[in-house]
């Protein structure tokens, strides 16, 4: 379903007036009302009647993570507090918590955002929607439920954990969509096959699945268990929350991006430069409709490319792809470039393997050394009698060491584990261990 057809399908050409104008009236405000991108914009001698098309653009600063960190906690904002009807914020692992702020118009137009979003991966007014995203600070859990309301659906606010209450809702509720990290919509599955249960026997019909990267791989392993189409949603909440861009439910194939009110590039990491079409490169969002908080030109840190070409489903809004990476999980391992999804997807290409893993990175004499840790399915480990002397169990690592080695272009340590071993996510799933990082910091 097509909510804002005026705007799914309209031309490039309209949809590029349309962001020029809002690009010209953000700037304008920003100027006035952001001590910090005033002074950022006068030191690169520009002003905001200076750009004249998209393309001038790249002649405006970037704002980068550090930037909200250095004025936490209000210093970016663009109204005064009074104007402020909620707050959300970052958990502040790495430092102090990056903080973000809503006006109630932002808040109405993030609700309009995500009902179209939901719409475009196949919600329907009258659903029963399984919100099983955190509610808090992260943007995850309320910026689902309003935009579920908006579209005429019922909200099931579940919130992340308590894996065995999300099961017996889900069999008493009888929801159609369902909403979380694929790791923990992976975990409810299992959930329910410890419980005697069969996930592909549920009232669900569709997944609308982000806030970590996952692969091809992991999407075909959670469609298959749950009997589900998912689709793949993208935001953050420096830039809004949930529903900047989402799958569409026709092809599943690319995320279109809510170009009326986020500016989309795509920069070389190194040099900060543009990249062209279909390139993979580091995605950069500038807010085009943002009241409290709006970016310029920030440097997301997310892996992605961009794609112009028709879309089956008929909406002409711009696609990203889907994210490979985050340039902060990207492991230089001997001086190769290694990120958690491509090993997801060597793993997820042998059946004996469960969709459960964690990486460990160490430094062993002069060397970083990778370990990938991961599970046998429970099938496999029923029919194996003396893991890990069994021959069949020896096959399998041997396979799977070669398949790594083949696919990341270096050598990695292994070890299989029995079902259950790898700690499960409620949330985001934690993917790498550094122990460079806890030793420097010891």
Not at 206 to 213: M, Q, R, V, W
Not at 239 to 245: E, F, I, L, N, Q
Request: aromatic share 8%; with cysteine.
């Amino acid at each position: 379903m097509i909510l804002d057809p005026e705007i799914e399908t309209a031309s490039r050409e309209d949809l590029q007036r349309l962001q020029l104008s809002r690009l010209r009236t953000t700037l304008e405000r920003v100027y006035e009302s952001v001590p910090f991108y005033r002074e950022s914009l006068d030191e690169a001698r520009i002003k905001p009647t200076d750009i004249h098309s998209l393309q001038d653009i790249v002649r405006l600063p970037f704002t980068q993570k550090s930037d909200l960190r250095d004025h936490y906690p209000f210093g970016l904002l663009a109204v005064t507090t009074e104007h402020v009807v909620r707050f959300h914020a970052s958990s502040g692992t790495r430092g102090k918590p990056t903080v973000v702020a809503y006006t109630k118009g932002d808040i109405a137009r993030w609700a309009h955002i995500v009902a179209r979003a939901l719409a475009c991966a196949g919600a329907k007014a009258g659903d029963r929607f399984h919100n099983a995203y955190g509610y808090g600070l992260f943007t995850g859990g309320l910026g689902l439920h309003y935009g579920i309301e908006e579209l005429g659906a019922a909200v099931i606010p579940v919130s992340g954990g308590n894996t065995a209450r999300q099961v017996r809702l889900i069999e008493d509720f009888r929801p159609r969509g369902i909403s979380g990290t694929p790791s923990y919509v992976l975990n409810i599955a299992e959930e329910m096959e410890a419980l005697g249960l069969d996930p592909r026997q549920t009232s669900l019909e569709y997944g609308i699945l982000g806030a970590e990267p996952w692969s091809e791989a992991l999407r075909a392993e959670i469609q298959s268990t749950l009997d589900i189409k998912a689709m793949d949603i993208y935001g953050l909440s420096e830039v809004m929350g949930p529903g900047v861009a989402i799958e569409c439910w026709e092809a599943q194939n690319g995320l279109h991006i809510a170009e009326d009110h986020f500016l989309a590039e795509i920069i070389d990491p190194k040099t900060a430069l543009p990249v062209p079409f279909g390139e993979s490169g580091e995605l950069v969002f500038t807010s085009l409709t943002k009241e409290a908080f709006p970016v310029i030109r920030y440097r997301t840190g997310d892996i992605a490319s961009l794609d112009q070409e028709p879309c089956a489903c008929g909406r002409t809004l711009m696609r990203m792809s889907r994210i490979k990476g985050r340039l902060d999980d990207m492991l230089i391992i001997r001086g190769v470039n290694v990120f958690p999804t491509e090993i997801e997807y060597v793993l997820l290409q042998f059946d004996e393997i469960a969709p459960h893993y964690q990486v460990t990175v160490d430094h062993v004499g002069s060397l970083d050394t990778l370990e990938v840790h991961c599970e046998v399915s429970p099938e496999f480990h029923r029919d194996t009698s003396t893991i890990p002397s069994d021959p069949r169990f020896m096959s399998l690592h041997h396979r799977l060491l070669h398949s790594l080695k083949s696919e990341l272009g270096i050598s990695v340590g292994l070890k299989i584990h029995r079902p259950g071993t790898i700690a499960r996510s409620e949330g985001k799933a934690i993917r790498i261990v550094d122990n460079r990082v806890e030793s420097e910091i010891r």
